[in-house]
T-cell receptor, first 116, second 112 residues
Framework: AQSVTQLDSHVSVSEGTPVLLRCNYS??????LFWYVQHPNKGLQLLLK??????LVKGINGFEAEFKKSETSFHLTKPSAHMSDAAEYFC??????????????FGKGTHLIIQP | EPEVTQTPSHQVTQMGQEVILRCVPI?????FYWYRQILGQKVEFLVS????????KSEIFDDQFSVERPDGSNFTLKIRSTKLEDSAMYFC??????????FGPGTRLLVL
């Protein structure tokens, strides 16, 4: 079984400042981990994924995340926030490289607010 | 770039009515999924489908739900007798060889 905890339901940063969205996971397997983003009234877009290769993963739009097994964490960061980053971010875990019979397990989401 | 499509984008129905939500997965993908997101809550897995049969289903996916791949392209979710609590955004996803599930834009279902 696996689970995901997103430690902040809301994060507010000023434009141009760093972003940190925190995620901890629990999994019986060596998991694959993902961050998806959902803009208002839009679907789910993959930002980045970790599937047992490099622990520092770079994604789209300047986002990156680091897999830390010892801390069971997969925090999402971006050096400089942009207004267009305002959205809901989901940390997601999968036991089977993102596919297979079992569905993905989503965290509750973090709402990122960008202040001008 | 190939993408998952879903129709309709919005559906309003009366309680007790049947609805069919449609999805066209990415063409060379083999695993298909349905998820739902009740307003303000997290995305929840409903069912996975492979080789023309259900692979796994969650406890949410009870007898009122069914899935089908009626032809080589469409993947449908049927809710037989809708309840108020079925109001949600329903996402279809498909999985191929890129170790990633690709999601459609969703169908927003409102049951009155």
């Amino acid at each position: 079984a696996q689970s995901v905890t997103q430690l902040d339901s809301h994060v507010s940063v000023s434009e141009g400042t760093p972003v940190l969205l925190r995620c901890n996971y629990s999994s019986s397997y060596s998991p694959s981990l993902f961050w998806y983003v959902q803009h208002p009234n839009k679907g789910l877009q993959l930002l980045l994924k970790y599937t047992s290769a490099a622990t520092l993963v770079k994604g789209i739009n300047g986002f990156e995340a680091e897999f830390k097994k010892s801390e069971t964490s997969f925090h999402l960061t971006k050096p400089s926030a942009h207004m267009s980053d305002a959205a809901e971010y989901f940390c997601v875990v999968s036991p089977y490289s993102g596919g297979g019979a079992d569905g993905l397990t989503f965290g509750k989401g973090t709402h990122l607010i960008i202040q001008p | 770039e190939p993408e998952v499509t879903q129709t309709p984008s919005h559906q309003v129905t009366q309680m007790g009515q049947e609805v069919i939500l449609r999805c066209v997965p990415i063409s060379n993908h083999l695993y298909f999924y349905w998820y739902r997101q009740i307003l303000g809550q997290k995305v929840e897995f409903l069912v996975s489908f492979y080789n023309n049969e259900i692979s796994e289903k969650s406890e949410i996916f009870d007898d009122q739900f069914s899935v089908e791949r009626p032809d080589g392209s469409n993947f449908t979710l049927k809710i037989r007798s809708t309840k108020l609590e079925d109001s949600a955004m329903y996402f279809c996803a498909s999985y191929g060889t890129s170790e990633t599930q690709y999601f459609g834009p969703g169908t927003r279902l409102l049951v009155l």
